[in-house]
């Protein structure tokens, strides 16, 4: 089974480089809301919302971050809000463990997770107020953001006992329960509606208002533990199945479906054994191929040509890549940069069709430290 720093995309290595299609086509102590400019000097300009975008727009390239000053991990970290410009927004003050889970469409809600003792405390920010909320649901072992709240996943009592999912508000009171129905690595559509996730054996599509079946899609023969990736485009998700024990050297599969209706699951690449992680862009799609367990090397799928997609001037090592993929949407990815794939660092964009490279946090940019969890709005 997958680890949640997966979907946490910080979790995962990335180095840039360009291949074929196939023709398929994560205790806070928040700063004042009124905070307008990050420790590192870097401020929004005009009022604090005013950088926020509007409620219910399409917000891609902006980027929930967790900072820290530097690269010792027992600090006091910082979550900002990065725009696709570099401007960026001080949302307060976090635990160096905290992560990043996800992040609304119009990235006006931010939610964060942090593990004490055996406990997952969330939290539900609203990025124009810079106000955090403590979602009061024991044992969540999950949680993803859907059209008109947050989806939980809970453990239930007992040893033996059912997985129970619930949808909270942003404001923290309980809406609803799904009943003891098990969405293990629950993955949104991109408008809220639909949460795909695994289910033993199969792979359901469900309706996050009433918790009903919407598909059910069997395990692809001969394949291993199957779960949904993060999402692939407007309205197809992706599909991570592993290899049978007995020929786990040959790697993993993705493939891809929809939410909705009865496509058939496609393979997302010719040659996809060992990925990750992928999202769909301008020409083709951005994937992680892993490298060992703990990272997974970017690549970038497009018009059938293979060439380097590295930040300008840099010089990666193909045995030891030094950037990790946070996310994509257009002709962008956005990668987050270390000399190791344990370790944080910096931010960064890079334009696919140019490969010219944006530094956003780090020692190249305005805005210094380094990056242990993010997430992006995709979207292409």
Not at 90 to 114: C, Y
Not at 122 to 144: I, M, Y
Not at 259 to 285: C, F, H, N, P, T
Not at 354 to 359: D, E
């Amino acid at each position: 089974m997958r680890s949640r720093a997966i979907r946490a995309t910080v979790g995962v290595l990335a180095t840039a480089a360009v291949v074929a299609l196939t023709g398929c086509q994560e205790a806070t102590a928040p700063a004042s809301p009124s905070r307008q400019e990050s420790p590192s000097g870097a401020s929004t300009s005009g009022p604090a919302s005013a950088f926020v975008p509007a409620e219910g727009a399409r917000a891609n390239g902006y980027t929930a971050v967790v900072r820290e000053p530097d690269a010792a991990r027992d600090t006091v970290a910082e979550l900002m809000l990065v725009g696709p410009d570099g401007r960026s927004k001080s949302l307060g003050d976090v635990s160096a463990e905290e992560m990043v889970w996800d992040i609304s469409p119009d990235a006006r809600t931010v939610l964060t997770a942090r593990k004490v003792e055996e406990k997952r405390i969330l939290t539900v920010w609203d990025t124009a107020s810079g106000k955090p909320t403590k979602l009061d649901a024991p044992a969540a072992q999950d949680a993803v953001l859907v059209k008109d709240g947050i989806l939980v996943l809970r453990k239930g009592p007992g040893k033996s006992a059912a997985a129970r999912t619930a949808v909270y508000s942003v404001s923290g009171k309980r809406l609803r329960s799904l009943g003891n129905v098990p969405l293990v690595y629950p993955v949104a559509s991109a408008d809220g509606r639909l949460v795909a996730a695994n289910e033993g054996d199969i792979i359901t599509v469900r309706d996050t208002k009433t918790g009903a079946l919407k598909r059910a899609i069997d395990k692809p023969k001969g394949k291993g533990d199957c779960y949904p990736g993060l999402q692939y485009g407007a309205s197809d998700f992706a599909i991570h199945c592993t290899a049978r024990e007995e020929a786990r050297e040959k790697g993993s599969v993705i493939y891809v479906t929809s939410y909705e209706g009865d496509s058939a699951l496609r393979r997302a690449l010719a040659d996809d054994e060992g990925i990750q992680i992928i999202r769909k862009v301008a020409g083709g799609a951005a994937y992680g191929r892993g490298v060992n367990a703990e990272c997974a090397a970017a690549m970038w799928a497009h018009d059938g040509r293979v060439e380097q997609a590295y930040p300008a001037g840099s010089k990666v090592e193909s045995a030891r890549n030094d950037l990790r993929f946070i996310g994509a949407y257009g002709a962008t990815m956005v990668l987050a940069g270390s000399s190791d794939c344990r370790q944080p660092g910096g931010l960064l964009r890079v334009d696919l069709k140019t490969g010219k490279s944006t530094h956003l946090i780090g020692e190249q940019a305005k805005i210094k430290g380094y990056v242990t969890s993010a997430r992006t709005v995709d979207g292409t």
